[in-house]
């Protein structure tokens, strides 16, 4: 089988051999960076030569980088093209014509079908490329090699419990998520069907209901659970997070938490300066200048000033700058790497990390756990330029920059939040 990497893991190679070889099946376990083509070829080779031939390919290897044009760097773009579109033409390639003399001869791409509405290339146009590119290749060789090879792309409903689901939607994403059973249903009803069926875009849930399955709790990670939709469908990231907070699903916060509710006091009682530089009235009830009201903005940063610790601080190591529209719109930080961490209005006095745009009532929903930092970046509402480091939770098995590191910083503020 083709679409390891050549970094994965000689732990995750033997699991699957051990996996296929206890099922009674035999198993010739190889890893392959697909973006090189003499080891495709070596690859394809040493199957022929163990089982005889190639019946079926599965071209399921992608690379992933949800970044804007300008904050995509030429490395990643790189490797989405080689992995994504360029390592499954290759893989095809050169198992064709061991696939024209099988009389089973399947090529599957795990790829979406071809949506054009724009918002699936505004967000992240490389990686979008990079995929389509892959179900080209089925629309191409569907046709190329109609009657002797069937190629069908297979695509899910619904967001599918993976590492790199959890890399880009954080902590307890995987509740709105189905188990890799459903695609491996699916996969083996396509595979089971004769060459004629051919050139299709398959979705998993709609190709089993057409099969007679009807309890699909059985491939949900938390059965009754609201599921996240998966990308290049017809439901577009804005509806998709409207959707979510219709049906109760939210970043996995406390329940209960509500900005407004949470007391500003200190230990003393005294309320104290807001980062507008307003002083408010302490235990005795003096006032040492005029109270004006804050806003939502200033409300929340008050809030992150008050809960910062040496804790967050020691376990997160970035500077966040913010770029806030609308009302209360200028520059707003959150120093979350030196000393015992700082937030306020303005620039920070230390060099920023990580510049985050967005409007800033999307700020106020995100921090009070309205609005999901997975679904802001999806939908084009976070915008986010720097240095990945700061993006990434603190776990060494988290190898990408990415949100997910970014989700995990506001779970840690808004936790704690919840202690005050």
Known sequence: MLGAQCKSKFKMKKNIFFTVEAAGGKALPCIVNVREEQQIADAVEKAVQKFGGIDILVNNASAISLTGTLETPTKKVDLMMSANTRGTYLASKICLPYLRKSNIAHILNISPPINLNPIWFKNHCAYTISKYGMSMCVLGMAEEFRGEVAVNALWPQTAIHTS???????????????????????????????????????????????????????????????????????????????????????????????????????????????????????????????????????????IIKGVISEDVVRSTQGVYLFELSGDEGGTWYIDLKNKAGSAGIGEPPVKVDVVMSMSSGDFVKMFSGKLKPTMAFMSGKLKIKGSSLALRPPCPNHHFPNEGGLYWIFIKLLSCTEEQ
């Open 164 to 302: 790199a689901m959890d890399m880009l939607g954080g902590s307890g994403v995987e509740q709105q998520c189905r188990k890799t059973d459903i695609l491996a249903d699916a996969a083996y009803c396509i595979l089971t069907k004769p060459k004629s069926f051919t050139g299709n875009f398959v979705i998993d849930e709609s190709l089993l209901r057409e099969e007679g399955i009807k309890n699909f709790d059985v491939y949900a990670v938390a059965p009754g659970h609201p599921l996240l939709p998966d990308f290049f469908l017809d439901v577009d990231p804005d509806t998709l997070a409207m959707k979510m907070e219709a049906h109760g699903a939210s970043p996995v916060f406390k329940e209960g938490k509500k900005i407004e509710s949470v007391k500003h006091e200190g230990p003393d009682g005294a309320k104290h300066e807001g980062p507008d530089g307003a002083k408010h009235e302490g235990p005795d009830g003096a006032e040492s200048a005029a109270v004006k009201p804050l806003g939502p903005v200033a409300e929340t940063f008050k």
